[in-house]
């Protein structure tokens, strides 16, 4: 495939990847969003899978999100510490468990929810036309498509 890009772009890619990450830790994000403080990507994961699959186990959890089971645990611990997920005993398995979000668990999943649209929102602002927005998301999933 023929290479269609420039060193100065790849510069460009990472000066603009840099930027939005310090605006995005710049926000006061943790203050509209009390409950995200401290989360991490795969802990959002987490209460994103739960809040879609009742009967999600840990296993099938860290196959979708592609982490490793210690690093599940990890983050299954911190969700569990915060008082967001609950482990219950398997009905079908008694030597393994399911996780359950908790009412404050189910609380954060809505923060963050809302945290994503008004981000998706502020970003689909920034494009001056229909015809950009379109734009935008067709290099966005080619972006997506191809990791």
Do not use: W
């Amino acid at each position: 495939m023929k290479r269609c890009f420039t060193e100065a772009d790849i510069a460009e890619v990472d000066r603009l990847h840099h930027v939005i990450h310090q605006k995005l830790v710049q926000d006061p994000f943790e203050n509209h969003y009390p409950r995200l403080k401290g989360l991490s990507s795969i802990e959002m994961s987490v209460l994103r899978i739960l809040a879609d699959d009742l009967d999600a186990m840990p296993t099938d959890i860290a196959k979708e999100i592609g982490v490793s089971k210690s690093t599940l645990t990890s983050a299954i611990n911190r969700l569990e510490e915060r008082e967001y997920i609950g482990r219950r005993i398997s009905p079908e398995d008694k030597r393994s468990f399911r996780l359950v979000l908790t009412e404050e668990g189910k609380l954060a999943q809505g923060e963050h929810l809302s945290s994503e649209r008004e981000f998706y929102t502020k970003l689909l602002g920034l494009m001056g036309s229909k015809e950009e927005t379109a734009t935008f998301l067709r290099l966005a999933a080619k972006i997506v498509d191809g990791f």
